[in-house]
């Protein structure tokens, strides 16, 4: 079995597939100051709650946005599931080219979901991925990355005004009852969900624009279900994009990794 890990500025998800199956999931919260043991006895945790053994990994693949850990990952799967992990950085074969100016900036998540992206849709696309940041990657229709938008993620939006109002208190991104709030908090989740929906149908109308007028859109992240259901623009939600990606590209350097 392999197993995908993508390690996020706040959260940590992992899966666990047979094939292509994607046999198990999880999520934990990203700590930049944890040890290869302490990441060791929560995988072990993980593994045996779903009565799995670590011996049944017989691959490893990463991708890092928070480069203190990831000395720390690869060496919680050599202690754990004997395998040195492939690392998604410059230096490997993702079949996608890149097409932006400095292709070490491009963070391998972002390579990662726009792997999986043209895998599923086959032509022109826009991945639009709600994490710590939104990230918005364009594939182009013969499968190239040709570079996005970056902007800060709702909860991040949401955090930074907390923060700085004295009198506004951090609320559940959820569907108020209507756009106009008739009280504090459902006036920030108007303004966080149907403003951020409409920021993100107006930049893909821009990205396409540029891109390619019949891209098409999809999202993934832990917002994407509930940000997709107020735009125009977003058509499928995968949740499970970048370790879907990460499968594919471990596949396309299985020769090479082995």
């Not at 004997?82 to 972002?110: C, F, H, S, W, Y």
């Not at 559940?172 to 920021?199: D, K, W």
């Not at 859109?217 to 970048?242: D, K, M, N, Q």
Request: proline letters at 4%; aromatic letters at 6%; one cysteine or more.
């Amino acid at each position: 079995m392999l197993l995908a890990i993508d390690i996020g500025n706040t959260n940590i998800a992992l899966g666990l597939f047979d094939g292509e199956k994607l046999d198990q999931h999880w999520r934990i919260g990203t700590r930049t100051h944890a040890t290869s043991d302490e990441c060791a006895v929560t995988l072990r945790g993980l593994f045996d709650l779903a009565a799995i053994r670590p011996d049944a990994v017989g691959a490893a693949v990463i991708s890092c946005v928070v480069p203190s850990l990831l000395p720390i990952f690869e060496r919680t799967c050599t202690k754990l599931f004997r395998q040195e992990p492939l690392v998604v950085n410059p230096g490997i074969r993702t079949g996608m080219k890149i097409r932006v100016d400095n292709p070490r900036e491009v963070g391998a998540d972002r390579i990662a979901n726009s792997v999986a992206a043209y895998d599923l849709l086959g032509g022109a696309a826009i991945s639009i991925d709600f994490g710590t940041a939104t990230s918005f990657d364009c594939i182009s229709a013969g499968g190239e990355f040709v570079g996005g938008a970056i902007v800060p993620g709702v909860l991040v939006s949401l955090e930074g005004l907390v923060a700085s109002a004295s009198l506004i208190s951090s609320v559940e991104i959820v569907r108020p009852p209507a756009v106009i709030g008739r009280n504090t908090t459902h006036c920030l989740q108007s303004g966080m969900l149907f403003g951020y929906a409409g920021m993100v149908d107006t930049m893909v109308l821009r990205l396409r624009e540029e891109l390619d007028p019949a891209a098409e859109v999809l999202a993934t992240g832990g917002l994407a279900h509930v940000i997709a259901a107020e735009t125009e623009s977003i058509t499928r939600v995968e949740p499970f994009l970048t370790l879907r990606g990460l499968r594919l590209i471990y596949e396309r350097n299985r020769g090479e990794h082995a």
